[in-house]
C-alpha cells in the first residue's frame, strides 16, 4: 500500500519528478545528513531549492507495525504548525509505503525558505545579530508566541533546539524539523514544556543576557513578573539539563 501526495504548492514542472515514491527514491542531489535510518538531500529546480528527506526504516522490531514512522509524524506535525499560524517549511510532496502492515519506506519534501539561517550557525560564528537588542527582541518575540501556541495546543516539540530555528533577513522565525513532537497532558505535558523551555535556554544561556532569557519567559508566559509558581518552573528549566552537558 502506498499513500503519495503532491500539494498545490508543487511547481506544474516539478510534478512528473515528485509523481511517485519510486521517482523520489532515484532523485539525485546534494546530501546534507545521512543516518541509518533517513537521508536529507537538495535538489535545486529553477533557481529553487527543495529538501528530500528519504526514510527507508521505521525502526527495529515492532516498530515498523506499531506507531506513526517518523516521516509521518513529521509531515503532520509540520501541518499542524502551519494550521496553528507558526511559520515552518512548506510541504511540497509527503507520503509512504506499507508492505503486509510494516513499513518499508517515506519521505517528505519541503521548498526551501528563502535567506534563511538556523540560531545555532548564527551561534556558533557569534553573529552580531546576537548582539543586536532590537533584533534579539523582535525574534524573541516570535519565538515565545511560537512556543506558547504549541503549548497551549498541548504539544511540546521535543527537540527545540536553536538549529531548529531558523530566521531570515527580515528577522522572521520558522519552525522546522519535527518528527517527535507530539501531544500531551498532565504531568507529561508539564515536564515537556520544561523540556522544550530548557532546549532554548541550553545555547541562549552561552549568548543572551539572563534580561534577555527572563524577558523571553514573561512573553512566553503573557505576563510582567514572575508568580511564584513561574519562578519554580523557572528553576526547573535552568537545571534541567545539569549533570548532562
Known amino acids: 500500500m502506498s499513500e503519495w501526495r503532491v500539494t498545490d504548492i508543487c ?14 527514491f532515484a532523485l539525485e542531489g546534494q546530501r546534507l545528513t545521512r543516518d541509518p ?4 538531500v537538495r535538489i535545486e529546480r529553477d533557481g529553487v531549492c527543495y529538501y528530500v ?3 527507508w526504516g521505521a525502526g527495529k522490531g515492532l516498530r515498523r507495525y506499531i506507531g506513526r514512522p517518523r516521516v509521518k509524524a513529521e509531515w503532520q506535525n ?8 507558526i511559520p515552518t517549511a512548506p510541504i511540497v510532496a509527503y507520503g ?22 538556523d540560531l545555532a550557525l548564527l551561534a556558533r560564528r557569534k553573529d552580531e545579530r546576537l548582539a543586536d537588542r532590537n533584533w534579539v527582541a523582535r525574534v524573541s518575540v516570535q519565538l515565545a508566541h511560537a512556543t506558547r501556541t504549541l503549548h497551549d495546543h498541548h504539544f511540546t516539540h ?21 518528527p517527535t513532537g507530539a501531544f500531551w497532558w498532565g ?9 522544550d523551555l530548557a532546549c532554548l535556554d541550553k545555547v541562549a544561556k552561552y549568548h543572551l543576557s539572563r534580561t534577555q532569557r527572563l524577558r523571553f519567559y514573561l512573553q512566553y508566559r503573557g505576563r510582567e513578573c514572575l508568580s511564584a509558581a513561574d519562578k519554580r518552573r523557572v528553576r526547573g528549566i535552568v537545571k534541567f539539563f545539569e549533570g548532562r552537558e
Open 11 to 24: 511547481p506544474p514542472e516539478l510534478v512528473d519528478e515528485l509523481a511517485d515514491l519510486q521517482r523520489v
Open 37 to 40: 535510518l533517513s537521508e536529507v
Open 53 to 55: 528527506k528519504r526514510y
Open 78 to 85: 509540520l501541518k499542524h504548525f502551519a494550521k496553528w499560524g
Open 96 to 117: 509512504l509505503e506499507r508492505k503486509g502492515g510494516a513499513f518499508v519506506r517515506g519521505a517528505l519534501i519541503t521548498r526551501e525558505l528563502s535567506r534563511t539561517e
Open 158 to 178: 521535543n527537540d527545540l533546539k536553536w538549529r531548529n530555528l531558523l530566521v531570515n533577513d527580515q528577522a522572521e522565525l520558522f519552525l522546522i524539523d519535527c
Open 187 to 195: 504531568p507529561l505535558l508539564r515536564y515537556r514544556m520544561v523540556k
